[in-house]
């Protein structure tokens, strides 16, 4: 059986094609230059919550993948409240800079802590090789453990934290209050395009 890339499991042939199609589609909506790269731990087990998949019709997918596209999609100052058919946030996303990623590229249910610090190493590697953002903003709890690689990676000026601590892209705290990943990342993008002006 081979060893996934992505995940470090060994794993079948479907698993390896599922997570080169997610790449793929993750790829169609990257920016050329990353402002701010919003990272999480793992995708999600359903194939059609995957975050970057074309969906056909918003009740395809579950009611926390609805939420978690929302949330991202108020990273870029969008309510999405506004639109009344389907949006593409993904496409949003890619216009305002930022880029989503998953430091465990595959799903791994339980084993998720252990996956993340096997695959923490070769994040480091793709952030500093290949995404290159001018910042990275960790969306999840999960992701508190690899904070530390992440600064002895030189990243600490870059990451955008909520109080020392990852953001939590799965709670809706108040607008621009403690935890308001939206406003974080929004004050980082003014600041680029006032930077840039
Ligand atoms: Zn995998």
Not at 62 to 77: E, F, I, Q
Not at 120 to 128: E, G, H, T, V, Y
Not at 162 to 182: C, K, N, T
Request: net charge neutral; aromatic share 6%.
């Amino acid at each position: 059986m081979p060893v996934c890339d992505g995940c470090g499991a060994q794993v079948d042939d479907a698993h390896i094609r599922a997570r080169i199609e997610r790449l793929e589609m993750a790829t169609r909506y990257r920016p050329i230059h990353i402002q701010v790269l919003l990272l999480d731990a793992a995708p999600p087990e359903r194939a059609e919550d995957f975050f970057y998949r074309a969906v056909g019709n918003r009740s395809e997918r579950s009611d926390g993948a609805r939420a978690y596209c929302n949330a991202l999609l108020k990273c870029t100052g969008e309510d999405p409240s506004r639109f009344s058919s389907e949006i593409d946030a993904p496409a949003e996303l890619q216009r305002h800079g930022l880029f989503l990623t998953n430091v465990v590229e595959c799903s791994t249910g339980s084993g998720l802590a252990a996956a993340l610090q096997r695959c923490a190493p070769s994040l480091l590697k793709r952030i500093q090789f290949s995404y290159k953002p001018k910042y990275v903003m960790p969306i999840s709890t999960a992701l508190q453990g690899i904070l530390p690689l992440l600064r002895e990676g030189g990243w600490t000026d870059r990451l955008i934290l909520d109080g020392g601590a990852p953001f939590d892209v799965r709670s809706s705290p108040a607008a621009h209050a403690p935890g308001d990943l939206a406003a974080a990342v929004n004050e980082k993008l003014t600041k680029a395009v006032s930077n840039s002006a």
